[in-house]
């Protein structure tokens, strides 16, 4: 396999399973304020909300779009967990998500509406640009971070309860308190 074939196998960096996607696009012009108010409307959808984490595409660790360049360009910048193509298919396939597609990227150049996958992907992998340097502050896959957080959500729950104190001082435990000490 060349190069370039691999690159459009698998277009972004990787660290660990997680990847960076990154789309740039040009606006189409007199469309920049009904981009906006396209963006404003996917950002109170559910699941895209601040402080929302069901997302239709749950391998998601965040996506943000940005306009630039006096709203002459857009980008859309995430990062994923898996192959390129299975978060392609995810997106494609979780109608929810696959409609926001649609409603924020009719403002931009080059985007024909939804017509089949192979246009879509050509559309996409056409205003994608790997990123120079990709670095994650932390590992894990969105469903093992998902799972730690409710594990230490139950255990300070179990911290908290009063009748714990007696089954907390077994010697198995003491690496997992020593670490909920920080």
């Known amino acids: 396999m060349s190069v ?14 997680t990847s960076e996607f990154s789309l740039f696009f040009r606006v189409k012009p007199g469309e920049a304020e009904s981009l906006r108010a ?6 109170d959808t559910p699941g895209y909300r601040p402080g929302d984490y069901g997302m239709a595409v749950a391998t998601i660790h965040e996506a943000r779009f940005v306009l630039f360049d006096d709203d002459a360009q857009l980008a859309f ?42 246009a879509l992907k050509a559309f996409v992998l056409g205003a994608e640009e790997t990123a120079a340097a990709y670095q994650r502050n ?25 009748t714990a104190g007696e089954a ?7 690496p997992l308190l020593d670490e909920a000490a920080d």
């Open 168 to 174: 907390l001082q077994h010697p198995a435990l003491k």
């Open 77 to 118: 910048i995430t990062s994923f967990d898996g192959p390129w193509d299975a978060y392609m298919e995810d997106f494609f396939t979780s109608g929810p998500t696959l409609a926001l597609f649609d409603v924020v990227f009719r403002h931009t150049e080059g985007y024909d509406g939804l017509p089949d996958r192979a």
């Open 138 to 162: 932390y590992g894990g896959t969105v469903k093992e971070i998902r799972k730690a957080l409710r594990v230490n959500e139950a255990f300070q729950r179990v911290l908290d309860d009063p």
């Open 4 to 17: 370039s074939e691999a690159e459009t196998a698998r277009p972004g960096l990787q660290v660990g399973s």
């Open 38 to 43: 396209a963006l404003r409307e996917l950002q």
